[in-house]
């Protein structure tokens, strides 16, 4: 599957309208492997991306799928949070969404990239069951896994996971955990992370977390990773879909530093610390996808202002390392630092 790349660099499936059809083309086009986002898309929406990075590229690509978990979440929690969230819609102007749970539309979602045929398919949030895993396969599709844990990597391996993404916790987003549980799992360093699955399995392994510059590249590549994943990397890139107050945040002194939080979708995400996280961190519970829908439409209005204080701005711990150049300009001074020239 890596084999077939000129270069160790993925470009990280960022759901939310950053991963473009544009963004993902370019990166597969100069060599790495360009990815599309299929979490919180309908189906003809990413129907529609594929065809349209089709139209500008003829080189292998990915798309990611989020995998649905059970509806565990608490009620009365998910209401007390609702109520305190209410004065941040009355200073929006906007209603807060329906809390509901649903299964991002998976199993058409998992038609759709069978039908395509598209090349490699990742998972996040959860493992495939065999079944989906041998039925994307014998379509042609090279099957990804997103891990957090080596437990979640046993299990990948069990399912017939084609390669394992490997997600340290320096990663920007959601952490690809398959459990969402109140109590978090212990979040391991990426090289340690690294070291302890390749001890597992002789698969490849696609190293996620923290990555910005060709020597994190080399790092990840000696502690046993197969390929590089990058995605707040690629945040300040043209081709990305990351919308203009989100774009000055990543530079703006005033933002000093990153934090895992539940505030804006009740699964634990990293991002630039801002007002919304400081304020209701702590009071947001364990409920995905409810508070994710919740919160919506606040998060909408805020970057239709232009008010990065109340919006969802992922990002891993290196941002501060992010470039604004283009795509293919980005991947050839990965790679020039990659060799040490």
Known sequence: MLEILKYPIIQAPMAGGVSTPTL?????????????AGGYKTVEGLEKDIKELRGQ??????VNLFVPGPDTADQQAVEA???ELLKEAEKLNVSLGAPVYDDDAYAGKIELVRSERVPVVSFTFGCPSREVVQTLQEGGSKVVVTVTSAEEAAAALDAGADALCVQGAEAGGHRGTFSNAPEPQEDYGLLVLLR???KMTDVPLIAAGGIMDGAAIRAALAAGANA???????????ESGTNPAYRQALTDPGFTSTRITRAFTGRRARGLVNRFMETYDALAPAAYPHVHHLTQQLRKEAAA???A???????GQGYRMARAVPADQLIRELMSEFQGS
Do not use: K
């Not at 590089?228 to 043209?238: H, K, N, R, V, Y």
């Not at 204080?309 to 990002?315: F, H, I, N, P, R």
């Open 24 to 36: 993902a083309a370019a990166v597969s086009n100069a060599g790495g492997l360009g990815f599309l």
């Open 57 to 62: 590229t003829a080189a292998a690509f990915g």
């Open 81 to 83: 949070y609702r109520a």
């Open 196 to 198: 302890l699955v390749r």
């Open 228 to 238: 590089a994943q990058l995605g707040t990397a690629f945040l300040l890139c043209p």
């Open 305 to 307: 202002r232009g008010s």
């Open 309 to 315: 204080e109340c919006m969802s701005l992922w990002a």
